[in-house]
């Protein structure tokens, strides 16, 4: 991660090292107010922590996969989230 550990990373999000690791490795995922450290912490926009490599419609399937088991806090979030993403990137 950038130029910092992941004990001093996780320290500098407010969250343990075991936390940061299984974001890390997907096995759980941020709340919004974690997301919006890392992206600061970070320098980089929301656009960057989400670009990835895959086949678009392999992502677009785990997605839905994924926003079936949220909350509606969580789905106001992320649907905010993709808003000001896709203003950002035009």
Do not use: A
Request: hydrophobic content about 30%; glycine content about 2%; overall charge negative.
């Amino acid at each position: 991660m950038n130029k910092y550990s992941q004990d001093k990373f996780s320290e500098k999000i407010g969250i343990n090292r075991n936390s940061l690791s299984k974001i890390e490795t997907g096995e759980t995922y941020p709340k919004p107010e974690t997301l919006e450290k890392i992206k600061d912490i970070l320098e980089v926009d929301y656009k960057d922590l989400f670009t990835f490599n895959e086949n678009k419609n392999e992502r677009v399937e785990n997605i839905n996969m994924k926003l079936q088991k949220i909350d509606d806090n969580q789905l106001h979030f992320i649907d905010s989230l993709l808003d000001t993403l896709i203003k950002n990137s035009i």
